[in-house]
């Protein structure tokens, strides 16, 4: 699973460094099986490289600031998808598409989990409020003491 996650819509690369067993430097000796070029592998490691656990520290270390350096130098284009993404989010909310309100019966075998997800629901600009009574809507009625969480936000995307 690990590597269809890293390379579906990915932008980066894994790559994958020798291990170290402490403090002190090593000669890593690979069997064949892990040095061919394969088609996960185009780039295979070498076979008796002294290593440490220091170089690990070091790859480590260029990846982060190579990938800050990114950032920073595209930092212009981040904002504009991330402003469009918003306003795209804020068009959905006005067009009503989606699941605009949540109707959670009483009798609920989890009901911790049922008031966690009220609570946060709650949070997100949603107005909650319990009926004890039973109440005929359009094609359905619905059960007494019944929980209705409506978004009154337009960008509450649940």
């Given at each position: 699973m690990f590597w269809v996650a890293n390379g579906h819509n990915s932008i980066g690369r894994f790559y994958e460094t020798y291990t170290s067993r402490g403090a002190d430097c090593h000669t890593v000796r690979l069997p064949e099986r892990q040095t061919s070029v394969e088609w996960f592998r185009p780039n295979p490691p070498?076979?008796?490289v002294r290593w440490c656990i220091r170089n690990n520290i070091n790859y480590q270390q260029s990846g982060i600031l190579i990938a800050l350096n990114y950032m920073a130098r595209n930092g212009h284009r981040y904002l504009d998808q991330?402003?469009?993404?918003?306003?795209?989010?804020?068009?959905?909310?006005?067009?009503k598409d989606g699941p605009n309100a949540y109707h959670i019966p009483a009798n609920q075998a989890r009901p911790v989990e049922a008031a966690n997800l009220v609570n946060m629901?709650?949070?997100?600009?949603?107005?909650?409020?319990?009926r004890t009574a039973p109440s005929r809507r359009a094609a359905w009625t619905s059960p007494p003491a019944i929980t209705s969480c409506v978004s009154t936000s337009l960008t509450a995307r649940w």
């Open positions: 070498l076979n008796g991330f402003y469009r993404k918003s306003v795209r989010a804020v068009e959905r909310g006005r067009a629901l709650a949070s997100r600009d949603s107005r909650c409020g319990t």
